[in-house]
């Protein structure tokens, strides 16, 4: 852990000095401000607009974050050739990915919790202004929803880095990073798609089709799961459950994204 | 010198970019349509799309359907809106309440304009029942099916199931189980569809949707009394007025009400009473003149 901490360190500063954050940070302002001028258009559920609104900004940022800040800080190294100074110090290649990805992760839960912040001043200025159509709405399941956005940030972190460990661009990270995000919300809603019965679907799906979606399904991080938006948005109830084995499904993905990384990182060979 | 001819060409290239975009804005208007074609990605796609914003892409379809009820309002032509625009208008809603079905204002939306100004109450409850469903702790919905049910579809089984169903739920009245009573026994239907409309008006959280529900329960109200001032003009004078000036001429009545809508009210040739204007309440009155006459 203490040889860990300095690059984590180093890591979260240099991603939080990054230009980038200054446009992200912008950018949640104006959506935060979209936000409190679309819910007061709404006539009845203010409540539930402004929530699902302040919150989807939050992850819609967290993930301009991941995609724009945390990318880099894993390809700069690589491209500035600094990452010859720091692996010539006692510190071996996986060290080195674990440490970069704690920064990252670092990164994002402080930068989602200034966000958060910014969102829940959001809602409580909405409630202020509309109290009676905030009548299904509790704390609790905000909070919740906001915390399974960031860990669903930190799983997509993780894969990227998983990507940026075999690749031989940042680019191509991007893209990578991208379409896993694309897939792993999407997974969800496709595979019920292509199950749901061929009357209904009016097409039928080729077995191939079903094996490719079934792989894709284990393949690739589900990352619906993480989001309980609208049941946040509604204060529908949210089963202990389900928020604790989706918490380690979230952990087990890290845990072997970066276990892989840094198998692969050990044998990449520099330019 | 130099900064004069900068102030100058910064200040034409404004001049040309607003003259240029007012001008593109106008000839797009003259770009043929994909008309006719109410198109709405069917709600299993739009899902997946939607990725993780589901939320936010039903608030963008209700806003959609709400923008475009606004810009209804002024519309000059007859009718102001399309068969098409309306088919559109209940496919969005659908749309919106399929990606959130805890949505509550698309329903209510439903139920505010397509009974009654687009002539779709199966649709209307098609979409109303979906949200009674889903939003089990809400009494409105179910209370809107009821009524659309009872109003326009004459279905009164359904309506008083309906209605049962409202009574039970927080905040629901108990007298709409006793309403419940009357229509499983046919009686008072108009009382009942005034009591109905001005719970809906009650309920409303927008003034312009409450104005048109008090319109209609005002206009509903002068046709109640007409009506029966024609049964007691037919008991004392035996047979039909000829016109709808008879009831004031023979004192049945001191003066004619005035309808709301900006009409003139007339006795048609069956008898019913009804009015140049208000033609929303037309399915209703059809049913509660034969009613009125037996």
């Not at chain 1, 050739?81 to 510190?91: A, C, F, G, K, M």
């Not at chain 1, 609208?230 to 845990?255: C, K, R």
């Not at chain 2, 797009?28 to 936010?56: C, H, N, W, Y």
Request: charged share 20%; with cysteine; hydrophobic share 50%.
């Amino acid at each position: 852990m203490t040889i860990l901490w300095p690059i984590a360190l180093i890591t979260f500063k240099e991603g939080i000095r990054n230009r980038a954050i200054y446009g992200i940070t912008l950018v949640a302002l104006l959506l935060f401000g979209a936000t409190a001028l679309v819910a007061t258009m709404i006539p009845r559920d203010v409540g539930k607009v402004s929530v699902d609104m302040a919150l989807s900004t939050v992850s819609f940022t967290g993930l301009l974050i991941v995609l724009f800040v945390g990318i880099n800080l894993m390809a700069k190294d690589l491209d500035k050739r600094t990452i010859y100074t720091v692996l010539s110090r006692p510190i071996s290649r996986p060290q080195y990915i674990v440490g970069k990805f704690l920064g990252m992760t670092m990164l994002i839960i402080v930068t989602m919790s200034i966000l958060s912040l910014l969102a829940m001043a959001a809602i409580i200025m909405l409630k202020v202004l509309h109290a009676d159509y905030f009548t299904r709405f509790t704390w609790q399941a905000i909070i919740l929803a906001d915390c399974l956005i960031v860990l669903m940030l930190i799983v997509l972190s993780a894969v990227s880095f998983l990507f940026a460990s075999f690749t031989s661009s940042s680019f191509i990270t991007l893209v990578l990073t991208i379409i896993t995000y694309i897939i792993g919300q999407s997974l969800n809603g496709v595979k019920a798609l292509i199950e749901s019965p061929p009357q209904e679907l009016g097409f039928s799906v080729s077995p191939m089709t079903m094996k490719l979606v079934q792989a894709a399904y284990y393949l690739f991080p589900n990352l619906s799961l993480f989001d309980i938006k609208l049941q946040a948005s509604h204060a529908l109830s949210v089963q202990s459950s389900f928020v604790l084995w989706t918490m380690m499904y979230g952990v087990v993905y890290i845990v072997l994204s970066i276990s892989l990384a840094a198998l692969i990182f050990r044998r990449k060979e520099f330019p | 010198m130099r900064s004069l001819v900068i102030v100058i060409f910064l200040f034409l290239t404004v001049a040309l970019h607003v003259l240029s975009l007012g001008n593109a804005v106008n000839a797009s208007r003259t770009l043929p349509k994909d008309e006719d074609r109410p198109f709405v990605l069917p709600s299993q796609m739009l899902k997946i799309v939607a990725l993780e914003f589901r939320g936010l892409a039903s608030d963008i379809f209700f806003l959609d359907s709400m923008v475009f009820i606004g810009g209804t309002q002024t519309r000059r032509e007859i009718p102001r809106v399309k068969e098409w625009e309306w088919r559109w208008f209940a496919k969005t809603l659908d749309a919106a309440t399929d990606l959130d079905p805890y949505f509550f204002d698309p329903y209510f939306y439903a139920n505010a304009f397509l009974p009654w100004d687009a002539g779709m109450a199966e649709e209307a409850n098609r979409i109303l029942r979906k949200g009674s469903q889903y939003r089990d702790w809400d009494w409105m919905l179910p209370f809107f099916v009821g009524f659309n049910n009872f109003f326009f579809l004459k279905n009164d089984e359904e309506a008083a199931g309906f209605l049962m169903e409202a009574s039970r739920r927080p905040g629901g009245d108990p007298l709409f189980a006793s309403i419940a009573a009357r229509l499983a026994f046919k009686e008072n239907r108009t009382e009942t569809a005034i009591y109905f409309l001005e719970e809906t008006a009650r309920n409303s959280a927008n003034i312009g949707i409450k104005k048109r529900f008090e319109l209609r329960i005002k206009a509903l109200r002068s046709i109640v009394f007409l009506d029966k001032a024609v049964a007691e003009y037919k008991k004392k004078v035996g047979k039909m007025p000829a016109t709808i000036e008879d009831l004031v001429n023979k004192k049945i009545i001191n003066q004619l009400p005035i309808d709301p809508y900006g009409g003139r009210y007339y006795i048609t040739q069956d008898g019913r009473v009804t009015s140049t204007a208000s033609s929303e309440l037309e399915p209703y009155l059809s049913s509660f003149a034969k009613e009125i006459r037996k």
